[in-house]
């Protein structure tokens, strides 16, 4: 109980930050993986009192993928939830659009 022990954010909106640094344990750790063209406060005195660390990553290094997309095959990595919207490739504009207006977590375009 009591919260997560890692949080990972994955798509750079403060709202999401912010619940995810809501949801961890004391001494709980945020990885923040979405990009976010805009400052972003957090509450540093929930960070220090409950002493959590907030660390940003681009991502993994190319050794490291195929043991994520491993992960992903076994199932303990549930990427479809991250999946909000799905466009065929001709929808392509539409799907950038809904991105950008804030209306979709993660879209995935399909040939």
Same mark, same amino acid.
């Given at each position: 109980?009591?919260?997560?022990?890692?949080? &990972?954010?994955?798509?750079?909106k403060p709202e999401t930050q912010e619940t995810a640094?809501?949801?961890l344990r004391t001494g709980g750790r945020l990885v923040l993986v979405g990009y976010s063209p805009d400052p972003v406060l957090?509450?540093?005195g929930r960070?220090?009192?409950?002493? &959590?660390?907030v660390v940003g990553s681009l991502g993994c290094r190319p050794v490291?993928?195929?043991?994520a997309?491993? &992960?992903?095959?076994q199932g303990r990595i549930r990427l479809t939830e991250?999946?909000?919207?799905?466009?065929?490739?001709?929808?392509v504009g539409t799907a950038?659009?809904?991105?950008r207006a804030g209306e979709a977590i993660r879209a995935v375009v399909t040939p």
């Open positions: 109980g009591g919260g997560a022990h890692v949080a &990972l954010e994955a798509v750079g640094l809501g949801a957090m509450n540093s960070i220090m009192f409950r002493e &959590l660390e490291d993928y195929p043991r997309i491993e &992960l992903a095959r991250l999946v909000t919207h799905r466009f065929p490739l001709e929808e950038f659009d809904t991105l």
